[in-house]
């Protein structure tokens, strides 16, 4: 897979003297004098006759070239609350070659009180200039918002959506030919659905002749009170009746990955059982969440960034949502190890153009400083690394999920297929839960149950150490490197974590604490003082690694069986955006991954 680029320039906002924002690497602007609210309003909405045709809808997507200031977002999902009877989800696409940041988009939208609170909930998440698919959820979900970031001309090629209206946003076709060139159209047609409309304020010769060719009827007609034509169209064919998925799933495996899944589907309306085995065991207490970067930028890089952002949304709209989750936004320090490995972070950062907020190079001196205490060399740090507790998280998706979720205790020993539906049985011959889709989130099991998806996994043993509180052990931010250090909520330090290849215990070894201790005091000089592994409580368990470095989410050549498994050590950051994948998969919703990606992540990628 190539490389990408792994930030976008952002725009910068300025203004006409009429006080019409525009983007001052531009020459256009991002809305008429007489205001971008009743413009989206009359353009977008009333030229797609929205109120009409999502009406009753389970789902109802639109997708959208040229972002700006989100006012066509705003307004559609303005026009949601205020309609009775409009879709259950509502889903919006959007790609944007040039963002602004939150702190400016707040101030460019900062004049349209009446959708204030809208507004603010989006600048609140609204990511960073970082290129690639950005997934949003709103209103508990009814409403989600996919930002990508990036030129339509290579983002849109690895869109899976099927959108019932379009709107034609980009700037004027004289001054950006590039957001209404031919490829972009024919994506546009790829992705409209027989019968989805379209509308744009652009009624230029070329745009028209360009839709017309690529299979849109489209129409000249006078906006009401906009003192302007717009262009309306419909893509030719009858909207087909598309078959209600059948909204019923069984999940083997009650770990991080099954709960997620689970979660994910409640939310779309499904109906899970969830089979756990009796003996599951309490997860580590907290779990540290960052992207990864490497000289090569490879896949596991490049589906980090999509997954960390994220991975921090999904905590972030749990707590908002009112859900308990224990985590520290404090941010992490990875520290090189030597003169060479501190080159080399140097050298991705500087090269690969990371933006500050999510990755950059510090000296020994600045680490320290971060750290709050001496360390013991440069490195990255990550502002917006967090650590998480399994535990809560565990819980607060079970909470979210509700009654939608049967949990169900007994280790699967077998599957099989009766019909329509796949059945999971005890050993003792119990049935445990059927369902038409299968998804195996059982770790390394998936591969006994599942022998034909030739699943390469391999379950490697960790041990962590917990340290009790100390004021001699003060550390301000998460600090890794050779393994890492982060606080516990109710004081102390975690330290870990061992690797151990072919070692099925899961008991706690003194051995294993002494090990973490050494990694621990590698990074930070004098933080183990007094401490002996005896005396040190401690958890160990197994995760469940690929060769590639990459988790499976995903459908099986297997029909019916879907897999969310393979994790590793980065359970926390992989597990969030894996589980919206294979979700929105299995419901029919566009995708919140470029398809290169979603198809690196799938199991099918070992038949190969």
Excluded at 33 to 47: E, H, I, K
Excluded at 248 to 271: F, S
Excluded at 510 to 521: I, Q, S, V, Y
Aim: proline fraction near 7%; hydrophobic fraction near 45%; aromatic fraction near 6%.
């Amino acid at each position: 897979m190539a490389s990408h680029p792994v930030s976008v320039l952002p725009a910068r906002l300025d203004r006409t003297p009429e006080g019409v924002p525009w983007p001052a690497q531009s020459r256009d602007i991002y809305h008429s004098a007489d205001g971008g609210l009743a413009q989206a309003r009359r353009v977008f909405l009333d030229g797609n006759a929205l109120s009409r045709r999502w009406l009753g809808r389970e789902s109802f997507t639109i997708l959208e070239t040229g972002f700006g200031l989100g006012l066509n977002f705003l307004a559609a999902w303005d026009r949601l609350r205020a309609e009775p009877g409009g879709p259950r989800r509502l889903h919006f696409v959007s790609v944007e070659p040039h963002p602004f940041s939150g702190a400016e988009l707040a101030e460019a939208l900062a004049p349209f009180a009446e959708i204030a609170p809208l507004a603010r909930a989006l600048t609140d998440h609204f990511p960073p200039p970082v290129a690639g698919f950005h997934r949003m959820h709103f209103d508990a979900g009814r409403v989600i918002l996919t930002l990508i970031l990036g030129d339509a001309r290579t983002q849109l090629p690895q869109l899976e959506a099927r959108a019932d209206a379009i709107f034609l946003d980009g700037f004027a076709p004289a001054r950006h030919p590039e957001m209404w060139s031919p490829e972009v159209v024919r994506e546009i047609a790829r992705l409209a659905v027989p019968g989805a409309s379209l509308a744009t304020w652009t009624v230029a010769g070329g745009v028209r002749a360009a839709l017309a060719g690529a299979g849109f009827r489209v129409e000249r007609r006078e906006a009401v009170g906009a003192g302007r034509e717009v262009l309306v169209g419909t893509r030719d064919g009858e909207p087909a009746a598309v078959a209600a998925p059948p909204r019923r799933a069984l999940v083997v495996g009650g770990g991080l990955a099954g709960i997620l899944t689970a979660d994910r589907l409640a939310a779309r309306g499904w109906d899970i059982d969830l089979v756990e085995s009796r003996e599951r065991r309490a997860n580590a207490r907290m779990g540290l969440v960052r992207p990864v970067a490497n000289v090569r930028d490879a896949t596991n890089a490049q589906a980090s960034r999509p997954a960390f952002l994220y991975a921090l949304h999904h905590f972030a709209t749990l707590q908002r949502d009112g859900y308990h989750l224990v985590w520290d936004r404090t941010g992490a320090l990875q520290l090189a190890e030597g003169d060479n490995e501190s080159r080399r972070f140097e050298a991705i950062v500087g090269s690969q153009g990371w933006p500050a907020e999510i990755l950059g190079f510090v000296d020994a001196a600045e680490a320290s400083r971060l750290a709050g205490r001496e360390v013991r060399g440069p490195g990255w740090w990550m502002p917006r690394a967090a650590c998480v507790s399994p535990e809560s998280l565990d819980i607060a998706g079970l909470a979210r999920a509700g009654s939608r979720v049967r949990r169900v205790n007994g280790r699967v020993l077998r599957i099989e297929r009766e019909g329509a539906h796949w059945r999971a049985f005890s050993g003792d011959g119990s049935l445990l839960g059927e369902a038409p889709v299968l998804v195996l989130a059982n770790a390394a099991d998936c591969a006994r149950l599942l022998p034909e998806a030739r699943l390469p996994f391999h379950a490697v043993r960790g041990q962590v150490t917990y340290l009790p509180g100390s004021p001699d052990r003060r550390l301000d931010v998460v600090v890794s490197g050779s393994g890492y250090v982060a606080p516990l909520p109710d004081g102390g330090h975690v330290i870990g974590a061992t690797y151990g290849h072919d070692d099925p215990g899961e008991d706690v070894r003194a051995g294993d604490h002494r090990e973490n201790l050494a990694k621990a005091e590698s990074m930070l000089p004098g933080f183990t003082a007094g401490l002996h592994e005896t005396a040190l409580e401690g958890w160990a368990g197994h995760r469940t690694t690929v060769p590639d470095r990459l988790p499976v989410f995903g459908q099986t050549a297997v029909p019916g069986v879907w897999v969310a498994a393979g994790l590793g050590s980065r359970g926390l950051l992989w597990g969030p955006l894996g589980a919206e994948l294979l979700a929105s998969r299995l419901s029919g919703d566009p995708s919140p991954l470029p398809r290169d990606l979603a198809g690196a992540l799938s199991p099918r990628r070992f038949l190969s």
